[in-house]
């Protein structure tokens, strides 16, 4: 488990766009890969999103619960694909761009958050190979 | 048809007003921060029928009390969550103090600062139905069994039901419960849920819609008298 402090707590906001609410996020760790069930609101409810992380690149990102009435496309292999093997910048966003999905903008949004706050949240902990 | 014209425009003026305020402002909701501008005013609050709950549920854990008044939830006199489904139970782990909903575990800190937040995604029983805690593990009682987990909450085991003490509500004393109503009361309904029903009638109830629905014809008469007129002219 991770335990947030001021200078986590800080970068993670800047990622979210808010604090990040808790003390702890969990993870799971095998063989060089960590897994993060993460949550973010798309317009009013939480999307719960787990994320794959190998060698510091997305490996699979898989939406586990949808709550919104609207944007439920982003479920779909044909929009998570885009964010494979994608990694970190210096400075905290995505190294390539994801194409947004017409009324479906908070929750590319939201995603895309997600999709960084792993990436980064991976970078503070120690892989074991 | 002049005098239709203008007569229809001066009644539609109130109308185009009230709906071109109520539109600009609604279109720019998240700049101007509406949904999270709570209304305060006690005669908004009661043409809503937004009152106390009569039935609130409480909680004591470490002298200190867990208690939900509608959908939010309050360590103490701190709100820690609103929207939140039905409060279970509370038990204490060493220095955690797990608050049981419905579909989802809280973990505090025993100032009530937020952990962590557990649900089906991590393995937290469906339909849960009580708490215990016994000898730092978690005893949950649920709808298709009794699981155990320790305080790091990674791994769930079924057991057999156990002889314990579930956790049960107590009845919350009036004092506290009135020293939540401000915070309460002025967190349920927002800034643009009221400019909401204004733009669609709704705040005067199905009547206000009918009245919104007469003027959209009103607007479409003038446009067509108008036109009507335009033409009439023109030729």
Redesign the interface.
Known sequence: ?LWTDKELNKDVEEILGHKP??????YWQRDGKTVW?L?EPSKEQPI?T?IVINNDRIEQVKV??YRESRGMEVRYPFFTDQYKDAGLQNDRQLDRTIDGISGATLSVRALTKLVRLALYLHHQIDVTP | MYLWHRYMGLTAAVFVVILAATGLTLNHTEALGLDSRMINSSTLLDWYGITLPKDPVGFTVADHWIRQLGQQLYFDEQEIQDDTGRLIGVARLDDIVVIALQEQLLLT?LTG?????L????GVPAGMRAIASNDNSLLVLAAHGTYITDS?F?EWQEISAPAVNWSGPTDIPASLYQRLAPAYLGSVLSTERVILDIHSGRILGPWGVYIMDIAAVLFILLAAAGIWLWAKRYR
């Open positions: 488990m609410g808790v003390l702890r996020i969990r069930i949550e719960t787990g586990l619960i | 800190t600062q937020l952990i962590e937040c649900g089906s995604a991590e790091d990674m």
